[in-house]
């Protein structure tokens, strides 16, 4: 630090090319050259600028240094720290150096790759080297934090992909709370008919694994519930769930439905069967349900309402109705949670052009697929809303709330293929002929093509352009009585009217609707669009940015089927990985305060969020709870006495960054400021 | 380059939140004015006053602090702890003859690397039109003139003896 | 207003009363360009709208709200006020010109709201109903916006610029059964009936048609242009497609006049070329006849000197 002493540490640092990711906005070299020269009296002792430093050959030039040059300090200029701060730290550790007097400052993100002038940009490098040189000078030694995992895992959402993480963790013999807001477990999953591009019955494969999650050893279900509160860090988390009342003795039931075909009160289902069809007031949402007891739903059930009726208590067998039921919350410890969630569909009212909600012969995506299954409200014909006329002319309308900079700008991923589905199986069962409406053809994926070119040949007509309106507005007689949908078709090039039965429309997929508070509970964030944001985009999908979450299917972003599956299956491998090792390693980036300058007047005690800091009244200091501290630092921030210290974040470290990162503006340095 | 001031501003970031968003526009190859180096802290809650005062003293023209949106604290609310110091703070620099738009507070999800790279952008514009703080040098020419008693320099010259660290 | 929307200013004045208002009209307006003028040269035509802007700002006595009856008018002064605001180099062409007028304008000064929107959003549908004494029951609306009032609509004032419904809530509120009307936001032609008169005739027969398949009693717009166009051209429309509408056309205030308690006459019913009468007389009204002094000025009353004409070389 003072440049009448002698540096007291040995320092190197490697300035990386990243191929030409840096080098091309920053002359490197010149990056090298300058550090040694200008932060020599720092300590720097070696600089060096190569290609690749993540390479091993790159590795290897830190740990060779190390030992040669007896460095006890590493600067390594290059990506983000999220990247491959623990690449450096490794290599560091490798060559016998304490991997946390290693620091990685960023000239890649935050330099080459958000400048284009190479000038300021080489300038820039320079300066964050050397806010990394003076901060490294006051890292000290640490370990990291070791925490132990509970075995037990949280899974939040029964839908396929919760369901498929579930079962992997289960199988391989650990714990699993499974919670689904849901009187069953299946999620979207269970309302399709067939699956693209397979054409296999959905409940055909889905219920297997709903069957086998219901009676898993290993496997508590919590069904009809919601989790409350979520306390605690990965390896121990305590989660609350509240398991509304079923009104149903779980014990005594036998799943008989006697109760269901007893109850008088018939309600619209608008969730299960997307308001196509009516379930009772005491319910299973459909046959395969896991587990297999129904619901009373207390806002229709006429004894709820008004008193009277208990006719399912009356005609239970096993008088497992309990209308006394009451919700219970439950407590459990897990050492990871799974995040599956799902999605919303968007709302086909949004767009009120295509008339959904007006316009009765206008569907959405989802009641077509009840309409479709054969255990929906229609036995699986596809009828018009009165429910006889079958359709002659269909037109299917891609991208309805997708890739629109009034809804959202993204591309659902599904809505091709599911749109194709839709026209196979309209083509199939009614003969009729039938319009796709597409902005781009998306068949990506294994069969995917192949899909569509078999729907090509069968005779469905493809109309590129978006459509401007669905409308009752007949402008001839011949239009009379159809639904006329308006559309450029954008490859013959001219304005088209085409007067058809029915529409269906092919909504998004959206974050649910409370994605945001869900989120908020787990401490993880969501993207502009609502989707839960991953560790990384290609490399780390499943995990979250914070330590113990993992996020699977949908509530990362649209996908289909399969990828769901997938990522299901590796949230879980991901968590049985650390249920295997039994620990996690962690930064240990920690608060401590030195009782010797603590005056007790408690200001960081009512500041820590998780109630870390513990006043002694005997010795009038407060101590922090290393278990319970995160290392945010607000407390460090806030001590008048100085005496709260934050390892990794220390106020030296900082304050000597900032008078780095400085240090090129200001050639002579005055002292009057030094830190202290 | 040409003559126009170029300001250095020191920015804190949030390693939850605003650093990602930073690392985000890099990979997005989003660019912004080159005026800005970055710090990485764990939560803006870490971030103490007399960092800021460090930095202008040091020779920076501003400050950019920037966290979680209000409600979106990794660590609950700790970025509500950041927003009361800032207030503080402005005022404080005020006092001292500091404009206090030099500090300014952002804030910027870890998915808002667009408009974090705005924000940059504007905030360069805003320390440009400001001028140079010049601090250092401001000490400097108190320190040769003696005593130095411009009133506009008293309060530093004060901060001189009293900076915690 | 003075001539061809005669109607449309009577009935405002009649119901401005009942709304608590007092209106003031922008002395020495000028044409807001229509829709041809920006086609053709931007400038002259954002200049045009800025001097009514800069007329307004003027003559404000703390009031800052410009009112627009007329869709076209309305969108012009709107898009101005927010085209200046945003682009600085307009800002300073617009106000170039105008200084040669000795005038100017800073963009945002006054606000430009449509007739409509301020009586469903400040006077409020709740005051509205209050003040109606003579509901509408039993009349079929057909409500009309046209194209103009509800894009862009960067405010979000009318709803959904697709699907509007602040006019249907109106009606409502005044006791009207209103149709849902698919054509709402289309094109009544505009200018069209000037230019390729067929064309018009096309997109008015669209309408009458949709009203027609609706059975709406009447159809009700907020714009002259829309109302002159369905009203004066239904009957050449009719002829050049051999069909027989009768659908009658009346301002949005014209209707809260009648549920107000107005007299037709001082709403100015019964100048319309297709008769409401048998519309208005499902809600008991009386439609007087065509008041020969309110006939509109001919040729020869033309206050103008005759000017002669040109000879032309042979």
Not at chain 1, 311 to 327: G, L, S, W, Y
Not at chain 1, 340 to 351: E, I, N, Q, S, Y
Not at chain 1, 560 to 568: E, L
Not at chain 1, 593 to 621: K, W
């Amino acid at each position: 630090m003072n440049d009448q002493a002698e540096p007291k540490e040995r320092i190197g640092v490697y300035v990386c090319h990243c191929g030409s990711n840096i080098a091309a906005t920053v002359d490197v070299a010149d990056v090298a050259v300058w550090a040694k020269e200008r932060l020599g009296d720092e300590g720097v002792v070696i600089t060096h600028d190569y290609k690749f430093m993540c390479s091993s050959l790159g590795q290897e030039l830190i740990e060779r240094d190390i030992k040669e040059e007896g460095l006890t300090r590493v600067v390594v200029a290059a990506c983000s720290p999220h990247l491959h701060e623990k690449t450096f730290r490794t290599a560091c550790a490798r060559a016998g150096l304490n991997p946390y007097l290693c620091e990685l400052v960023s000239i890649r993100e935050q330099v080459s790759w958000v400048h284009s002038d190479r000038q300021a940009a080489t300038e820039k490098a320079k300066a964050v080297v050397a806010g990394g040189v003076e901060r490294v000078i006051h890292n000290e030694p640490l370990e990291p934090l070791h925490i132990p995992i509970h075995p037990a895992t949280l899974v939040v959402g029964g839908g396929i992909a919760g369901i498929q993480a579930a079962l992997e963790l289960a199988d391989s013999g650990h714990q699993v709370y499974l919670v689904e807001r849901e009187p069953s477990i299946g999620g979207h999953m269970a309302q399709f008919d067939k699956t693209f591009p397979t054409m296999d019955c959905a409940a055909c494969i889905l219920t297997p694994k709903m069957v086998d999650a219901g009676g898993h050893p290993h496997i508590d279900l919590f069904t009809w519930s919601e989790v409350v509160r979520v306390d605690g860090f990965v390896g121990n988390f305590t989660v609350t769930i509240r398991q509304k009342p079923r009104y149903i003795d779980t014990d005594l039931c036998t799943g008989c439905g006697i109760c269901w075909e007893k109850c008088p009160k018939r309600v619209i289902d608008d969730v299960y069967e997307a308001g196509l069809g009516y379930r009772k007031a005491v319910y299973t949402p459909f046959a395969q349900a896991v587990p297999k007891y129904p619901v009373i739903d207390p806002e229709n059930c006429t004894y709820f309402i008004n008193g009277k009726c208990r006719a399912c208590e009356k005609f239970c067998p096993t008088d497992a109705i309990k209308f006394d039921q009451e919700e219970e919350f439950i407590t459990v410890q897990v050492g990871n949670i799974i995040l599956a969630t799902g999605f919303d569909l968007f709302d086909a009212r949004r767009v009120p052009q295509y008339g959904y909600g007006r316009l009765a012969n206008v569907f959405t995506s989802l009641e077509f697929e009840r309409l479709c299954n054969a255990a929906g409200p229609t036995n699986g014909q596809i009828v018009m809303r009165d429910g006889v006329t079958k359709p002659e002319l269909v037109a299917v309308i891609h991208c309805v709330g997708s890739r629109d900079r009034n809804y959202n700008n993204y591309c659902s991923v599904i809505c091709c293929m599911s749109s194709l589905k839709f026209a196979h199986l309209v083509k199939e069962r009614t003969g009729a002929r039938v319009y796709n409406f597409y902005i781009d053809m998306r068949t990506a994926f294994k069969d995917y093509d192949e899909f569509y070119q078999r729907v090509l040949e069968e005779g469905t007509i493809f109309v590129r352009g978006r459509v401007a309106e669905v409308t009752d507005a007949a402008r001839l007689p011949s239009e009379d009585g159809k639904l006329i949908v308006q559309v450029e078709d954008t490859l013959a090039g001219r304005q088209r009217r085409i007067p058809v039965d029915m529409v269906i429309l092919s909504a998004g997929l959206e974050p649910r609707h409370d994605a945001k508070a869900v989120a908020h509970q787990f401490g993880i964030s969501c993207s502009a669009n609502g989707w839960f944001i991953e560790r990384h985009p290609k490399l780390d999908p499943v995990a979250t940015m914070t330590e113990g979450i993992f996020i699977a299917g949908t509530v990362q972003g649209p996908k289909d089927i399969p990828a769901s599956v997938s990522q299901g299956a590796a949230a879980a491998a991901r968590v049985l990985g650390r249920i295997n090792k039994g620990e996690i390693e962690l930064e240990p980036v920690r608060a401590t305060i030195d009782a010797r300058h603590c005056s007790g007047c408690r200001i960081c005690n009512g500041l820590c969020p998780f109630n870390a800091i513990i006043f002694h009244e005997d010795a009038m200091v407060s101590e922090i709870n290393h278990a319970l501290c995160q290392g945010c630092g607000t407390c460090v921030a806030a001590c008048p006495a100085g005496a709260i210290s934050g390892s990794s974040f220390s106020n030296e470290q900082i304050m000597s960054q900032i008078e780095g990162l400085l240090l090129f503006d200001r050639p002579v340095r005055s002292r009057h400021f030094s830190a202290v | 380059m040409n003559d126009q001031f170029e300001p250095v501003i020191i920015g804190f970031t949030c390693n939850w939140c605003s650093y990602r968003a930073a690392d985000l526009a890099g990979t997005a190859r989003i660019k912004y004015p080159p005026n800005i180096r970055l710090i990485r802290l764990m939560c803006s809650g870490r971030m103490d006053p007399t960092f800021v005062l460090k930095a202008l003293a040091e020779g920076a023209d501003g400050v950019m602090i920037t966290g979680c949106h209000p409600g979106e604290c990794h660590y609950l609310d700790q970025n509500y702890k950041a927003l009361r110091r800032v207030l503080l703070l402005r005022r404080t620099i005020g006092q001292m003859g500091i404009e206090p738009g030099r500090v300014k507070l952002v804030w910027a999800s870890a998915a808002e690397g667009v408009r974090l790279a705005q924000e940059i952008g504007h905030f360069v514009e805003e320390i440009r039109d400001m001028g140079p703080l010049n601090w250092p040098g401001r000490l400097a020419a108190a320190h040769v003139n003696g005593h130095g008693r411009d009133d506009r320099l008293m309060p530093a010259d004060m901060m001189l003896e009293e900076v915690p660290a | 207003m003075q001539r061809s929307a005669r109607p449309y200013l009577d009935s405002l004045l009649a119901i401005q009363q009942d709304i608590g208002w007092e209106l003031e009209e922008i002395q020495d307006w000028n044409c807001c360009g229509a829709t041809e003028y920006i086609s053709v040269s931007r400038l002259p035509a954002y200049a045009l709208n800025g001097r009514n802007l800069a007329l307004a700002a003027q003559q404000a006595n703390g009031v800052n709200t410009v009112l627009a009856g007329c869709s076209a008018c309305y969108l012009n002064l709107a898009k101005t006020d927010r085209y200046m605001q945003k682009d600085g180099r307009l800002n300073a062409q617009v106000n170039e010109a105008l200084a040669a007028g000795g005038l100017h304008y800073d963009p945002g000064t006054v606000k430009i709201r449509h007739l409509l929107d301020v009586i469903v959003h400040k006077v409020g549908l709740e005051a509205v109903k209050r003040k109606v004494v003579r509901p509408l029951t039993g009349l079929r609306v057909a409500p009309y916006y046209g194209c103009m009032v509800v894009r862009p609509d960067p405010e979000n004032r009318f709803g959904s610029p697709e699907y509007p419904t602040i006019l249907d809530e109106l009606m409502k509120a005044l006791g009207a059964e209103v149709v849902d009307f698919p054509v709402k936001t289309h094109c009544c032609g505009g200018h069209m009936t000037q230019i390729s008169a067929p064309v018009a005739y096309e997109l008015i027969r669209r309408l009458l048609y949709a009203a027609d398949q609706y059975q709406a009693d009447i159809m009700v717009t907020l714009c002259p242009m829309c109302q002159l166009n369905l009203d004066a051209y239904q009957d050449d429309a009719n002829k050049h497609f051999r069909t027989n509408y009768t659908m009658p056309i009346v301002y949005f205030t014209q209707l809260m006049g009648l549920a107000f308690g107005h007299d037709p006459a001082e709403l100015g019913l019964g100048r319309e070329f297709v008769n409401t009468a048998p519309a208005l007389a499902k809600i008991g009204v009386e439609v007087p006849e065509e008041p020969a002094a309110a006939r509109p000025r001919t040729r020869r009353d033309d206050p103008s000197l005759p000017m002669p004409q040109p000879l032309l070389k042979k």
